[in-house]
Nanobody, 123 residues
Framework: VQLQASGGGLVQAGDSLRLSCAAS????????MGWFRQPPGKEREFVAA????????FYADSVKGRFTISRDNAKNTIYLQVNSLKPEDAAVYYC?????????????????WGQGTLVTVSS
């Protein structure tokens, strides 16, 4: 599986972005997918995850109510709608894929990673 994240950029606090992650392979619809982020000088952290069907999602507390993860299995793509951006949301955002029965927020649970897309938020 190869993952390609895109959609990052420089925005002002309060703005919105939609990040995308396109996946290769015919088995996309069986993968749990996740978004993680790594702020400058910090560890990579969980943001959101979505089940293979898209029917189950969960989020880090810090982004609940502002971020929405979704997927389009026909397009082999997941999305992260990020609203009301704050300076502390600035990071490189990564998408990741894993098999398994349940969504997971642990980095080590994911088998494949995209290259990341940079989100910069000015205050």
């Amino acid at each position: 599986v190869q993952l390609q994240a895109s959609g990052g950029g420089l925005v002002q606090a309060g703005d919105s972005l939609r990040l995308s992650c396109a996946a290769s392979g015919r088995t996309f619809s069986i993968w749990h997918m996740g978004w993680f982020r790594q702020p400058p000088g910090k560890e990579r952290e969980f943001v959101a995850a979505i089940s293979p069907s898209g029917g189950s999602t969960f989020y880090a507390d810090s982004v609940k109510g502002r971020f929405t993860i979704s997927r389009d299995n026909a397009k082999n793509t997941i999305y992260l709608q990020v609203n009301s951006l704050k300076p502390e949301d600035a990071a490189v955002y990564y998408c990741a894929a894993r098999t398994g029965l349940l969504p997971d927020s642990s980095r080590t649970a994911y088998d494949y990673w995209g290259q990341g897309t940079l989100v910069t938020v000015s205050s």
